[in-house]
């Protein structure tokens, strides 16, 4: 099968600090990201995407970057909260080809 | 709106029988996708559906096959089962204006072969 994911990173970041997660993505020619947001027993939870003509989008509490030279994509979280606590995924698409593929994953542990 | 939705949620199998899973998409949503999660392969993508064609699969054994009905919800089927395939099978609905619509996951049916 077509993915990233042998190993599963963690972030610990103190409740109330800012939370940045890292993806590098596969294909150069993959024009829609989305980062996902999975808890313990649920399926993925959509949190922002970002098109290929736009480098930065922002919510409520997150920001999404895209840096297209080096194939990087980041989700930061502001104020971060327990509540924040989950896996992260970032996912690509390339129009024409119907699929997403997914990174490996990042934990994100918010501590007390 | 309801969401997307995916019975059953949970199954447990013994080796060599066969499995069918649903899944619901949201209201006027017409692309449907299937992945398979793993705790070491992550979420591999199986193969997605728009109007019963299938557009593109995934690099999974023809034992997984799948298909979408005229009101776009959409039936996965593994055949001769293996241990390997114990996984959370996710459904994700997209309403594919263009191919780059935002997709929404339902909640998984975990299988459990033994």
């Known amino acids: 099968g077509e993915s990233v994911g042998l190993h599963l990173p963690t972030l610990s970041v103190q409740e109330g600090d800012n939370s940045i997660i890292n993806c590098a993505y596969s294909n150069s020619a993959s024009d829609y990201f989305i980062w996902y947001k999975q808890e313990s027993g649920k399926g993925p939870q959509f949190i922002i995407d970002i098109r290929s003509n736009m480098d930065k989008r922002q919510g409520q509490r997150v920001t999404v970057l895209l840096n297209k030279t080096v194939k990087h994509l980041s989700l930061q979280i502001a104020a971060t909260q327990p509540g924040d606590s989950a896996v992260y995924f970032c996912?690509?698409?390339?129009?024409?080809?119907?699929?997403?593929?997914f990174g490996t994953g990042t934990r994100l542990k918010v501590l007390a | 709106k309801a969401g997307v939705t995916q019975t059953p949620r949970y199954l447990i199998k013994t080796r060599g029988q066969q499995v069918t899973l649903s899944c619901s998409p949201i209201s006027g949503h017409r692309s449907v996708s299937w992945y398979q999660q793993t705790p070491g392969q992550g979420l591999q993508f199986l193969f997605e559906y728009f109007s019963e064609t299938q557009r593109n699969k995934g690099n999974f054994p023809g034992r997984f096959s799948g298909r979408q009905f005229s009101n776009s919800r959409s039936e996965m089927n593994v055949s001769t089962l293996e241990l390997g395939d114990s996984a959370l099978y996710l459904c994700?609905?997209?309403?594919?204006?263009?191919?780059?619509?935002?997709?929404?996951f339902g909640p998984g049916t975990r299988l459990t072969v033994l």
């Open positions: 994700a609905s997209s309403l594919n204006r263009g191919d780059t619509d935002t997709q929404y």
């Open positions: 996912a690509e698409n390339t129009s024409g080809t119907y699929k997403y593929i």
